[in-house]
């Protein structure tokens, strides 16, 4: 199994960047996909997540919800995570993970990782 993240890089605030996550080797529609992001010094924290049922509504961190949207496309074997009206504090790294169960996902106990992709956002 593989999830290749991409889409990091260097944006003044206010900014937006995508991220994107392809994944390979897993049955895609079978798992809960997330975004999760680690500033320098701080834990891995949860960013948003999306289930495997389109009827369950994605989730967001307190910090990002209303200007992060994280969606999925089955089809592309994809999660991505659009990123607008960006801050410094948004900077970090951000890994994509997949489980195939939602509260492990959601709680970091996700069996699958990415590598990171860094976003630095500038003042």
């Known amino acids: 199994v593989q999830l290749q993240a991409s889409g990091g890089g260097e944006v003044q605030a206010g900014g937006s960047l995508r991220l994107s996550c392809v994944a390979s080797g897993l049955t895609f529609t079978r798992y809960a996909l997330g975004w999760f992001c680690q500033a320098p010094g701080k834990e891995r924290e949860i960013v948003a997540s999306?289930?495997?049922?389109?009827?369950?509504?994605?989730s967001y961190s307190d910090s990002v919800r209303g200007r992060f949207t994280i969606f999925r496309d089955n089809a592309k074997f994809a999660v991505y995570l659009q990123m607008n009206s960006l801050n410094t504090e948004d900077t970090a790294a951000y890994y994509c993970?997949?489980?195939?169960?939602?509260?492990?996902?959601?709680?970091?106990?996700?069996?699958?990782w990415g590598q990171g992709t860094l976003v630095t956002v500038s003042s």
């Open positions: 999306i289930s495997k049922n389109r009827f369950i509504v994605p």
């Open positions: 993970a997949a489980d195939a169960n939602l509260d492990e996902l959601r709680t970091g106990r996700a069996h699958y």
